[in-house]
């Protein structure tokens, strides 16, 4: 079924022969051996990764730059550069983002990426060299820079906008510069490591380590639709079906082949997604119910019948929804003759790649699953006060509800207890850093700096009389309205499980009725709504939300409508803040749908209320029907 040697050009990286710390002299890396004194000629490395509309309803990744990437580059450039002398890659960070994506954006920290175009239309590519080099004068200062990047329209697979901007611009001006080695794609719900400064890559590539599939039965199956499907536009693949270890989807590839792996990878993915599910091709159902037919094994056909008998079609043996990673191993297999499948890159993305390592050892701690831990199991306030035990109820509270996340919340979990449990010498490695950050994330959502956050929780009747003497001031405010967010989210998660629903909604009730929450929230606002001027933006739409108990979005329409001091202060934050905000290219949004029937959108979708929707339709010109509108208004 394919050309080459079982395992032409496959290496699996165990990385102990790379350095892992600043190098003894003697050391051998990827740039040569060095004499001492002798300067390094370091590995310069793009990172890079796509961010899409904040708006975007379709895909669940917001907040995953500001809380991850984003931050662990922060750490790389300001606190994890101990010795530049003996780095062996000098990496810069590409943003890719689309519309108000970019506002995530720390803008302290990473510039525009310039893009003059000549007289003919072209990027002004000595422009970009003389930002990527001329202009450079720190010559190990580390990069940051973003450019807004249109997402490609009708893509029926979402995950295909993280990849397609890989061959679009200014990627491809960026890569004629001739000034990047290698390029590293990540995804935003990620990590970096200092592995990054001190792991130099070696030939074509580097594909991070993990399960991909259901072994001797996944690897065939891509093989079998990449040669079915695309066989005369690929040519012969590089070695078998078997050869390359189970890979994940990062990938780190040396600018001369990172094109084609690119166009193979996106092309691969777009064919499997579009035909490798079909009926005609057997179907989700077909593919699994006839595996031996496809593989070309009738000796082995009846025993996998046997074995795949009543059995979906679903991960880990084939899925759908993963068909970018089966394109990734098509690209690999077709494309890159000299590869490394190494766990310094998708690190704690599957069990397999899960063991803990030094952050020297490793580049990037994909966050594939343990995101999650912090996405849906929102710890209660008490981790301000009692880490551990808060600790111990949330690790039961996953094996009860979500026991699939348990690989990864124990993992999280068991090294939160090391933090809490005071050890004065703490290795530095991933276990105990990605850990030290999720603990970072849920003490600032209960506002645990704030010097009494217990005090939102205590019993009304036991705390009358200190509650009257308290001084409200804006830090417990904020810390009241972490409270509230977080409560609301959690209710909003359990939306469809109507008891944990219930019980969350009686909880937020409760947290309102808090005399510290009670006291605070009237000492910042008035009844009628009559701000004083010292009450800002933010503060104002809050107290729609809190007070009025409207959406977040809704609550925005109300401030930009009713304070115009906030149009002026707001006006880029929330720019994006329309009717357009609350489901990006819904139906409601074509010209052939009635006013009546956005009207009802509106309000079964998005619980908005009627009027609200009425005068938000007239308003954004939705809804131009005089007779509508004469209704509207009345």
Known sequence: MSSGGDHAGITTSQMDE?????????????AGNRAPGKKINKIRTLVTTQLPAVADHYRDIKGHYQNYLGPSWRRLVEENRKNTGEETVLPDLFIACVDDGCDQIDKNLCTPLPMAKNETGIIDKQLLRNFLVNDRHDKNRMLCYYAHVPERKNQDYVFLHSLNFLEMEPLISILDVGYYDYILRTDADALLFPGLLYLAPSGSGWIGAGEYGEEGLTDHLVRHFSETLLGSELGKPLRSATASPSMQSTFYIHTSVFQKFVSTLILATRRLY????????????????NLGKFLNMPDRYENITQQLMGRKCEWPLWMKGVASLYGTRIAADYVLDNLTITPALDALATPMNSVDRSIYKTIQVHLLNTKKVYDQHPPPIDICTMQTETIRRLRSSIAENTASLKPWSDVLLNAMETISSSISVVPKTIHHETAAIF????????????THPNELWVDE????????????????YEAVLKEIEWSNK?????????????????????????PIVKETLDKFFCSECLFTDRVSCGIRKSYFVTEKHKLPSVAHLYVMKWHPQCVREK??????????????NCTYLRSKITC??????????YGIEEEDAKEGLLEKGYCTDPEYA???RS
């Open 596 to 605: 009546s029937v956005r009207l009802t959108y509106m309000v079964t979708t």
């Open 490 to 514: 959690k209710a909003a998660m359990f939306r469809k499980d109507y008891e944990t629903k219930v019980e969350y909604e009686k909880e937020y009730v409760s947290l309102i009725q808090r």
């Open 630 to 632: 004469q209704k509207a």
């Open 439 to 450: 603990l970072k994330l849920f003490r600032e959502q209960h506002g645990c700096n704030w």
């Open 274 to 289: 579009g035909q490798a599910f079909l009926r005609k091709h057997g179907g989700r159902e077909g593919v699994c119910t």
């Open 18 to 30: 790379f350095m892992i710390r600043p190098p003894p002299r003697s050391t051998k890396i990827a």
């Open 461 to 476: 009747n036991l705390t009358q009389d200190n509650d009257n003497t308290k001084v409200v001031t804006t830090e417990s």
């Open 571 to 584: 006006a880029k934050e929330w720019s994006s803040v329309s009717l357009d905000a609350f489901c990006e």
